[in-house]
């Protein structure tokens, strides 16, 4: 029994020659996430510039907030351990989408929609792939609409095409979301709860969350005549 969690233990530890390859990538490695961040900035200047234009138009700030994030070396590595992929920058590069993250927080789920066409319009941005959790929620009851999207950064010498993650939600969404993973992550602590009960009742809170949602852009809708 023993012997079988060490060697559970132990194959969760990369090997020597991989974690060699990963530390004389140090540099190089520094370099492209340094990529990533100038792709994050890029992608948040857009949003914010939609969000002033569509105040400009008469219409309230459709952005709540913006928050950004790098994917951790530690959060990157284990993923790529998880799909069993090469742990090279290559790698990162063509297997990893979500190594940039934007999420944008909308005050209504109609703006949602709005800012997500209006960004993926423009003409240095590629659609890579687009789901719709808010269409249709993960059986948890998550919601967000997530789009992959290629845009380039402008370097000294060179132009280079970046992936990053966009994450479109509500005020709602966000709030079920952001206090669900804190929850999941407190799943991982203790064994004496029923998850199964407590799963059901998360479900509960984000089918309210998407009432509220509704109810609020209705009230909106009445207000200013749309
Ligand atoms: P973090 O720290 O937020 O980045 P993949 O991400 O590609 O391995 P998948 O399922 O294809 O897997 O990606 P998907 O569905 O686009 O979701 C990825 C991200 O969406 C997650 O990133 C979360 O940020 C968010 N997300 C998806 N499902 C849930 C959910 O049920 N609850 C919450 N709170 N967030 C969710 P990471 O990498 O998990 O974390």
């Known amino acids: 029994?023993?012997?079988?969690?060490?060697?559970?233990?132990?194959?969760?530890?990369?090997?020597?020659?991989?974690l060699e390859a990963v530390f004389s990538a140090a540099e190089p490695f520094q370099r492209l996430m340094s990529y990533y961040r100038?792709?994050?900035?890029?992608?948040?200047?857009?949003?914010?510039?939609l969000d002033v234009q569509l105040a400009l138009?008469?219409?309230?700030?459709?952005?709540?907030?913006?928050?950004?994030?790098?994917?951790?070396?530690e959060s990157i590595l284990a993923k790529l351990q998880r799909r069993n992929l090469p742990l090279s920058l290559e790698?990162?590069?063509?297997?990893?989408?979500?190594?940039?993250?934007?999420?944008?927080?909308?005050?209504?789920?109609?703006?949602?929609y709005k800012l997500a066409d209006s960004f993926i319009r423009q003409d240095d941005v590629t659609l890579i792939e687009r789901k719709d959790y808010i269409q249709t929620p993960k059986p948890n009851g998550y919601r967000s609409l997530h789009l992959i999207v290629e845009t380039p950064i402008f370097?000294?010498?060179?132009k280079r095409m970046m992936k990053v993650e966009v994450q479109l939600r509500t005020i709602a969404m966000d709030f079920?979301?952001?206090?669900?993973?804190?929850?999941?992550?407190?799943?991982?602590?203790?064994?004496?709860?029923?998850?199964?009960?407590?799963?059901q009742k998360l479900r509960a809170c984000a089918d309210m969350s998407a009432l509220l949602d509704n109810q609020m852009e209705a009230i909106r809708n009445q207000i200013t005549g749309l």
């Open 1 to 18: 029994m023993i012997e079988n969690n060490v060697e559970q233990f132990t194959s969760l530890i990369p090997q020597k020659a991989d």
């Open 38 to 49: 100038c792709a994050i900035m890029e992608v948040e200047t857009k949003f914010r510039v």
């Open 57 to 73: 138009e008469g219409e309230n700030n459709p952005i709540e907030t913006i928050k950004t994030r790098l994917k951790k070396p």
């Open 91 to 112: 790698s990162i590069e063509q297997n990893l989408f979500d190594i940039a993250g934007v999420r944008v927080i909308c005050s209504f789920p109609e703006d949602i």
């Open 155 to 158: 370097l000294q010498q060179e």
């Open 176 to 199: 079920w979301a952001s206090l669900e993973h804190k929850l999941r992550y407190k799943k991982e602590l203790d064994s004496h709860v029923d998850y199964e009960h407590i799963s």
